[in-house]
């Protein structure tokens, strides 16, 4: 069985998109893990599966997978890749929805962006302690669902931000009963934030969709500001709007297509 897949990202959080349109594929999580292996396999953040939905609201189901092979609800630099690889494969045009696990998100263009609905956030009481390798507990800043689980962390500097260790994943008290990404903030000025991430199911990755979102609603309001997020592998520009909606508009890369040899597909267990 012969697979072509393609390799995107979106603000350099990386995926491998599998084009599987009638839905034949048997998408295992030992398959997902081989994919995205980054020294036998083609390397990602994660998998974008790309399937025919049954929804007429959303012609397109968006199966994502974490690099471990995990699910995730929802992935919003994948999504907006997701949509970049349905242009280019001619199967919509400037706009269109997809239905992920978190919901139907609109995506549309934005000059040579994506911009994606991403839903409304949902900000809890809760506050764990998070503590970083090596370091002092943090206090959580605010634990909120978009719709993955983020928690954010506000750290003082710009160099307290680049010194934090995230080899290893920082220890959140009491974790949350999905577990959780792990942002941790600067405020590098007026409705401009910088984040660093430790993804579930991934590790630091160059950057977060969600958790891009999940700042914003930890810092702040339903106003229709936007505001300025900057992350390791680029800039995104976040606007939650006065309805509560909050859009995330940013890049996405098609990096090319690579058939997939016939021998290591077989031992990747497809």
Avoid at 43 to 54: A, I, M, T
Avoid at 55 to 74: Q, V
Avoid at 146 to 166: F, G
Wanted: overall charge negative.
């Amino acid at each position: 069985m012969s697979i072509a897949v393609l390799k995107g990202h979106g603000t350099e959080n990386d995926f491998v998109i599998v084009p599987d349109l009638e839905d034949s594929l048997d998408l295992t999580a030992d398959l997902v893990r081989a994919l995205c292996d980054r020294h036998a396999g083609v390397g990602g953040d994660g998998v974008l599966r790309v399937v025919r939905s049954e929804d007429p609201a959303a012609p397109y189901f968006m199966d994502y997978r974490n690099a471990d092979g995990s699910i995730a609800e929802m992935c919003g630099n994948g999504v907006r890749v997701f949509v970049r690889y349905l242009q280019h494969a001619g199967l919509v045009t400037d706009s269109t929805d997809v239905l992920t696990r978190g919901g139907i998100k609109h995506v549309s263009t934005s000059g040579e962006n994506l911009t994606v609905t991403m839903g409304r956030p949902g900000v809890f009481d809760d506050r764990p302690k998070v503590t970083p390798h090596g370091d002092q507990p943090f206090a959580c800043l605010a634990h909120v669902e978009m719709p993955n689980p983020h928690v954010v962390v506000l750290v003082d500097s710009a160099v307290d931000l680049a010194d934090l260790d995230l080899d290893y994943a920082p220890v959140v008290d009491p974790a949350l009963p999905n577990g959780q990404n792990v942002e941790f903030i600067h405020r590098a000025g007026d409705h401009h934030l910088a984040m660093r991430v430790y993804e579930r199911g991934v590790g630091e990755t160059r950057s977060c969709g969600t958790g891009i979102c999940a700042v914003v609603a930890a810092v702040g309001s339903p106003d229709g500001s936007r505001w300025q997020v900057d992350v390791p592998g680029g800039t995104t520009s976040v606007v939650w709007r006065e309805d509560g909606e909050i859009e995330l508009t940013g890049p996405a890369v098609l990096v090319g297509e690579i058939e997939l040899d016939d021998t290591w597909l077989a031992e990747a267990g497809a």
